[in-house]
Antibody, heavy 123, light 106 residues
């Protein structure tokens, strides 16, 4: 069964850190670029970060650059998001997504999504 | 940064009616655009990729068109399960989503 399951969310004070995990199963994780996307309560989708299939290339949104780090362990089929210096604006459901098999002109789209893990930044 | 603007914010239509959702980019994204459907409490689902290609299992009543800066998602005849929020997404220059269009029952 193709699946992405996030974990690691919770309530954290401003300025603290948190690490999220995304466990993949049912597909070739080590062949897939992966993303983190977040959704603040009642708001739309916001792309956070991407990592290439082998971890050699990474990119992140301006809103998190310098604070969040995406990484992966292909031996464990797991994606990570290290979040430092968290602020109230980071409160959201964080989901991982696969850069998948629907591609045109070399660009692929998000075809598998996890259900997400909630991060609340509050004192 | 490429900004995607979706309109309308909310669309109220009855089952059987035709829905037309718009997505406008602040600069050309060629055809590097996708549409996703999200229902409450669920993960987004890919509907259309490359502006006009349906993902596997997506009913033929969903169609996408456009290129450059103006894109449209059309649902030819609304079914009860189509009421949801729809997002467009570009991946020409980084990645970004539109703010969403909520399709509600009239």
């Amino acid at each position: 069964q193709v699946q992405l399951v996030e974990s690691g969310g919770g309530v954290v004070q401003p300025g603290r850190s948190l690490r999220l995990s995304c466990a993949a199963s049912g597909f070739s994780f080590s062949s897939s670029a992966m993303h983190w996307v977040r959704q603040a309560p009642g708001k739309g989708l916001e792309w956070v970060a991407v990592i290439s299939y082998d971890g050699s290339h990474k990119s992140s949104a301006d809103s998190v650059r310098g604070r969040f780090t995406i990484s992966r362990d292909n031996s464990l089929n797991t994606l990570y998001l290290q979040m430092n210096n968290l602020g109230p604006e980071d409160t959201a459901v964080y989901s991982c997504a696969r850069d998948g098999r629907y591609c045109t002109n070399g660009a692929c789209y998000f075809d598998i999504w996890g259900q997400g893990t909630m991060v609340t930044v509050s004192s | 940064e490429i900004v995607l603007t979706q309109s309308p914010a909310t669309l109220s239509l009855s089952p059987g009616e035709r829905a037309t959702l718009s997505c406008r980019a602040s600069q050309s994204v060629s055809d590097y655009l996708a549409w996703y459907q999200q229902k409450p409490g669920q993960a987004p689902r890919l509907l259309i990729y490359g502006a006009s290609n349906r993902a596997t299992g997506i009913p033929a009543r969903f169609s996408g068109s456009g290129s450059g800066t103006d894109f449209t998602l059309t649902i030819s005849s609304l079914e009860p399960e189509d009421y949801a929020v729809y997002y467009c997404q570009q991946r020409t220059n980084g990645y970004s989503f539109g703010q969403g269009t909520k399709l509600e029952i009239k």
